[in-house]
């Protein structure tokens, strides 16, 4: 199911910042400070990067934030690295019968 | 280091039943934490199937409940899933992951791939 709306597709030049947002509703990310970003890159298992909408796990770079605003979070990424070209995708905890909720995913390409 | 591996039979005919297990190192299921699937069809995105407390307490997503059931085997530290009646959209790579209530999941396994195919 994808019950969170990100955009397809971001990209950034090294050194640059870039943001990708995540819009939910009054049910999910409206309602909860539950929101979680993840990382993952081709044939790999997703990465933690950010939980409850700005918290880093042990090990990941302060080049990661998270926020949210209302209804909407957003994971801002600075200082692009070659690395950080990957797939992104952000979750939340949902007051609906569901549980959680994805995001389609964020194509980010490092140009 | 908390580490998953999951392990399954690869290939599955459709209307069959595959089964799914997720062996645990590094951390005692029975301690606390959830303990759960997370899938993901070819190109797609993520979708999360089901979630099992170490209590034994389980969740479900709706969508997938009438075919899922998720175990725990805290004897052996793992935790299964059972999928029946698939189809060729239930083929993809199937995750067991540890996670912080249904907020986050912060330990993964690398993925067992189901090819539901005749």
């Known amino acids: 199911q994808t019950g969170l709306t990100q955009p397809a597709s971001v990209s950034g030049s090294p050194g640059q910042s870039i943001t990708i947002s995540c819009t939910g509703t009054s049910s999910d990310i409206g309602a909860y400070n539950y929101v979680s970003w993840y990382q993952q890159h081709p044939g790999k298992a997703p990465k933690l990067l950010i939980y409850d909408v700005s918290n880093r796990p042990s090990g990941v770079s302060n080049r990661f934030s998270g926020s949210k605003s209302g209804n909407a979070a957003s994971l801002t990424i600075s200082g692009l690295q070659a690395e950080d070209e990957a797939d992104y995708y952000c979750?939340?905890?949902?007051?609906?019968?569901?549980?959680?909720?994805f995001g389609g995913g964020t194509k980010l390409t490092v140009l | 280091q908390v580490q998953l591996q999951e392990s399954g039979p690869g290939l599955v005919k459709p209307s069959e039943t595959v089964s799914l297990t997720c062996a645990v190192s590094?951390?005692?299921?029975?301690?606390?934490?959830?303990w759960g699937w997370i899938r993901q069809p070819p190109g797609e995105g993520l979708e999360w199937i089901a979630s099992?407390?170490?209590?034994?307490?389980?969740y479900y997503n709706p969508s997938l409940k009438s075919r899922v059931t998720i175990s725990v085997d805290t004897s052996k530290n793992q935790f299964f899933l059972k999928l029946t009646s698939v189809t060729a959209a239930d083929t993809a790579m199937y995750y067991c992951?540890?996670?912080?209530?249904?907020?986050?999941?912060?330990?993964w396994g690398q993925g067992t791939q189901v090819i539901v195919s005749s």
């Open positions: 099992i407390y170490h209590s034994g307490t389980s």
């Open positions: 992951a540890r996670g912080t209530a249904h907020r986050y999941s912060d330990y």
């Open positions: 979750t939340s905890y949902t007051y609906s019968s569901t549980l959680v909720v």
């Open positions: 590094g951390y005692s299921i029975s301690s606390d934490y959830y």
